[in-house]
């Protein structure tokens, strides 16, 4: 099988079609510093994010991290909450939340998530600027990759990989600190009494972010991130993206500040390529709409400020929609946004209604395997459950087990007594009920187990289970 393409852009001036490798290595990418609205915008979104991520863990609340997540003992600590394995269905469902807002905010706005908030942009951006500090500006970048090796720049190349492993390790420390615990991994890490697998995967994590933000950096958005594969499905005609005004802009060429291009043909465009030189992905907006497009609005700034500079009206590349460019307006209640929003609000509510009525008391009533179904003893018929009681909250409880059954039937409750439990203990306790024969008039009926903190009533589970006496 060949290992080259045709394309069809390829094509000399007789027809000839050329070829080009399929897997062809790029040139690696220098990207212009650029001043602009979305380059702060980019700062004042990504900047919030960074220090939530890194700062969250060090927090403490009613004395565990704020954040963590501890998996063997299958405690998950979200600031004021724990949850455990049974609140997985709340995961799920956050997952689906995310992706309905992922389609909603495409919809209407494009692909902002990888060009604003996506943690492979924001640490690319992070790893670019520790370039720019150490190396320059793009020109002197360039300049030095293609010098010979000396002490300068060995120096400059060792300040850059310095920081970018300093950034990488910070990173996979906060991490693992989300599992570990960032106070018992740090402290562990410094006196060598790390768990192998806390070392083993802080050493992951941060060869992982040196690579991916320092090498891969655009390749991640071009080959391996699915997201840039299916998003043309969630845009419309209305969907604000960066364009190019083509209809303004062309035809491209140079000129002098102050001539009248437009009576030798030209458009708006001068061919400064100053928004290819700014692309985190290198591709010229000008080309038209491209799947590796992040929507980041860096060439937007790099083209304002152009146009600035010829005096020309700002606008050329812009965030606009596809109508606007063939009709000079964009429909922004579109019914398609309306139902992404009324879904989203109504899955919203439905979890932040699960979050606040989920009871800090879980319970599980089981038939104890190891006995009959029932037992008779001195008129007595008796039934042994297994009740397996989960404290979520935050305080330490004394539970008791209570039976609600059928009216004229006299329960009794044979249970361990004095069982206290620490804040997302786990817990299985045996009980046995038992009712006098005389009293039952059927083979089996429905009773209520209802477990209830002692300190605190308010605080209580109830199961519905099966009595099963004789025929």
């Not at 060598?192 to 958005?221: I, K, L």
């Not at 038209?288 to 790099?302: F, H, K, P, R, T």
């Not at 038992?434 to 009293?439: A, D, K, N």
């Not at 083979?443 to 004789?470: M, N, Q, S, W, Y």
Request: glycine share 8%.
């Amino acid at each position: 099988m060949s290992d080259r393409i045709p394309t069809r852009e390829e094509q000399d001036g007789d027809g000839e079609v050329r070829y080009r490798m399929l897997y062809e290595s790029e040139d690696k990418v220098y990207i212009r510093h650029i001043r602009g609205i979305y380059t702060r915008i980019r700062k004042y979104t990504g900047l919030p994010l960074l220090l939530a991520f890194f700062f969250i863990p060090w927090l403490n609340i009613d004395g565990h991290q704020a954040v963590h997540f501890d998996l063997p003992a299958r405690k998950f600590h979200i600031l004021w909450t724990t949850f455990g394995p049974q609140d997985g269905f709340l995961l799920a469902w956050l997952l689906i939340i995310a992706a309905f807002a992922l389609f909603a905010i495409t919809t209407w706005l494009g692909r902002v998530w990888c060009g604003f908030t996506c943690p492979q942009t924001v640490w690319t951006l992070m790893f670019i600027w520790a370039e720019r500090v150490c190396e320059g500006d793009r020109a002197k970048r360039m300049k030095l990759d293609q010098a010979p090796w000396s002490v300068e720049k060995l120096l400059r190349k060792g300040g850059t990989h310095t920081i970018w492993l300093l950034i990488s390790l910070a990173t996979a420390l906060a991490f693992v600190g989300y599992f570990y615990g960032i106070r018992d991994l740090v402290v562990d890490l410094a006196t060598f009494s790390a768990h192998p697998q806390g070392v083993f995967w802080v050493g992951f994590f941060t060869f992982a972010t040196y690579m991916n933000a320092g090498f891969m950096r655009e390749q991640v958005c071009k080959y391996m991130c699915p997201y840039a594969r299916f998003q043309s499905v969630m845009y419309d005609k209305d969907t604000l993206a960066v364009y190019y005004d083509a209809r303004r802009g062309e035809a491209r060429g140079p000129r002098k500040k102050g001539t009248d291009y437009k009576s030798e043909g030209l458009g708006d465009c001068i061919d400064c390529y100053w928004c290819v030189q700014v692309c985190p992905v290198d591709i010229d907006i000008r080309d038209g709409m491209q799947y590796e497009c992040i929507n980041c609005g860096l060439c937007v700034d790099a083209c304002n400020s152009v146009m600035d500079k010829m005096e020309y009206p700002r606008g050329l590349i812009r965030f606009t929609s596809e109508d606007e460019l063939e009709t000079g307006k964009t429909q922004y209640a579109r019914p398609r946004l309306f139902g992404y929003a009324a879904v989203l609000l109504l899955m919203v509510g439905l979890l932040a209604y699960q979050v606040v009525d989920r009871s800090p008391v879980q319970a599980e009533v089981l038939r104890d395997r190891g006995t009959q179904m029932y037992r008779l003893s001195q008129g007595m018929v008796q039934n042994v459950y297994r009740v397996k009681i989960t404290n979520m909250d935050q305080r330490p409880h004394e539970f008791e087990v209570q039976i609600d059954g059928k009216e004229g039937y006299d329960y009794s409750l044979r249970m361990q007594r004095g069982v206290r439990f620490a804040p997302g203990e786990i817990y299985s306790i045996p009980i046995r009920v038992s009712v006098p024969r005389e009293q039952l008039k059927e083979a089996k009926h429905d009773i209520d187990i209802v477990i209830r903190a002692k300190d605190a009533p308010e605080l209580e589970d109830r199961h519905r289970t099966v009595f099963i006496g004789p025929k």
